[in-house]
């Protein structure tokens, strides 16, 4: 199986290539090192967590010019449909086979940035390479279901605390997750975010059976 790119551009943002496609999560660009616009995002899906603006970001932006289709929730894939985007509604506990491999719409406690509407995860197979973007959420005890339901190599969670898990739930969470990987995200963005990468990565390879990728910001790593 050929691998996949998985880049990191800053906070929640990341995109993840194979075959000639792309996917790209949580699209906030501000501030990110390489100095990356809309205009330099190409994109075939996006997925969106939720309506807050660390996340929403520059989404309806990036569709409009690359002709991408977001994929969120009802209440979000209705303001990108007002915004003149392509779109694709699911919801919490949903999956549909999209061209490039299956999606589940996942639970995440947080809040929804959105009128009537909820925060949520992904779990994603993009053309074999399967992964698990947990959005801004807190640790809660039915991501043990999560593997059992669609089981993934990697889980890209949030590390920063204050708004989301810090370092020390994300580690239940990936003892919950049986991942082989995390890559961890959402943090040092800005001062109430600031977290210890580092030492979070030896804890969690110390405690569980799961591996830490350390991807800084606008860095590029292989993922199977």
């Not at 949580?26 to 996340?55: E, R, V, W």
């Not at 490039?100 to 993009?126: I, L």
């Amino acid at each position: 199986m050929s691998t996949a790119k998985f880049h990191y551009i800053n906070h929640a943002c990341c995109v993840v290539a194979k075959n000639n496609a792309a996917i790209v999560f949580d699209p906030y660009l501000d501030g990110n090192p390489q100095g990356l616009t809309a205009k330099d995002i190409k994109a075939d899906y996006i997925f969106i967590s939720h309506g807050h603006f660390d996340h929403l970001g520059s989404a309806f932006e990036i569709a409009k010019h690359c002709g991408a289709t977001i994929i969120s929730t009802a209440e979000i894939a209705a303001l990108a449909t007002e915004a003149g985007c392509q779109a694709h509604a699911m919801h919490i506990g949903g999956t549909y086979k999209f061209p490039f491999g299956k999606v589940r719409v996942t639970p995440a406690f947080h809040g929804a940035g959105v009128p009537g509407g909820h925060a949520c995860g992904f779990v994603v197979d993009f053309y074999g390479t399967k992964l698990y973007f947990a959005g801004d959420t807190a640790l809660f005890g039915d991501m043990r279901l999560l593997p059992r339901l669609d089981p993934f190599d990697y889980a890209v969670l949030p590390i920063g605390g204050n708004s989301t898990m810090g370092p020390q739930d994300a580690i239940i969470a990936c003892e919950f997750l049986q991942a082989k990987y995390v890559i961890p995200i959402h943090y040092n963005t800005w001062p109430m975010l600031a977290q210890d990468v580092y030492a979070f990565k030896a804890e969690v390879e110390s405690k569980t059976n799961c591996k830490a990728l350390v991807v800084k910001q606008g860095e590029t790593i292989d993922i199977e």
